[in-house]
């Protein structure tokens, strides 16, 4: 069962514009993470935001958590071509209960 | 840097017959997690270990399904017999103890083709 849900599926941007993912969740959570998946590889990890953290910065990378509406959002700033990949949400400690993703394309 | 290394890569089998994915975390981790992707979807829990014991099994098919890690480091998952729906991205993931607070960090997954 999936736990969150990204927006949108797909996203298609050009080079140096900003790319915004959403996510909602379900239930109460601890933290809340965000990875990226490049085409047929394996997960890479983002970020990791607290429950009592509103924001947090990496890089070029925004993230922000609204505990009271279960959501979040990852901002990626003056995006590159090789930001282009899946970025999905995940929720839970040990047991990672992801979203869908959304499929970042950006063009160069 | 230090990876999680999985192995085959690619498997492609026919229906009936049995497979095997290898995996080896990062040296040092305790805990060890195989999660299955259907394609266009977010991965999903198979089975986590915490050293050679298993922590949770609860999604994992187990009339065709195993998984061992009998001595706290590599990792097995078989699947016997492969079914059609078992056509997915398995992935390998390894943190380090604290399986709440820690990192999980990914292989690079075995694509499996059920024909």
């Known amino acids: 069962s999936q736990q969150g849900e990204e927006d949108p599926q797909a996203l298609s941007i050009q080079e140096g514009e900003n790319a915004t993912m959403n996510c909602s969740y379900k239930t109460s959570i601890n933290n809340l993470q965000w990875y990226r998946q490049n085409s047929g590889r394996g997960l890479v990890h983002l970020i990791l935001?607290?429950?009592?953290?509103r924001e947090k910065h990496s890089g070029r990378l925004r993230v922000t958590l609204d505990t009271s509406k279960k959501s979040s959002s990852l901002l990626i700033t003056a995006s590159r071509a090789a930001d282009t990949a899946s970025y999905f949400c995940?929720?839970?400690?040990?047991?990672?209960?992801f979203g869908q993703g959304t499929e970042l394309s950006v063009k160069p | 840097e230090a990876e999680v290394a999985q192995s085959p890569r690619y498997k492609i089998t026919e229906k009936s017959q049995a497979v095997a994915f290898w995996c080896d975390p990062i040296s040092g981790h305790a805990t060890l997690y195989w999660y299955r992707q259907i394609l266009g979807q977010g991965p999903e829990l198979l089975v986590q270990f915490q050293d050679e014991s298993v922590v949770d099994d609860s999604q994992l098919p187990k009339d065709r399904f195993s998984a061992e890690r009998l001595k706290g480091v590599d990792s097995t998952l078989k699947i016997q017999p492969a079914e059609l729906g078992d056509s997915a991205m398995y992935l390998c993931?390894?943190?380090?103890?604290?399986?709440?607070?820690?990192?999980?960090?990914f292989g690079p997954g075995t694509r499996l083709t059920v024909l």
């Open positions: 993931a390894s943190s380090l103890r604290d399986y709440n607070t820690d990192t999980q960090y």
């Open positions: 995940a929720t839970g400690g040990g047991k990672l209960i």
């Open positions: 935001i607290r429950s009592n953290e």
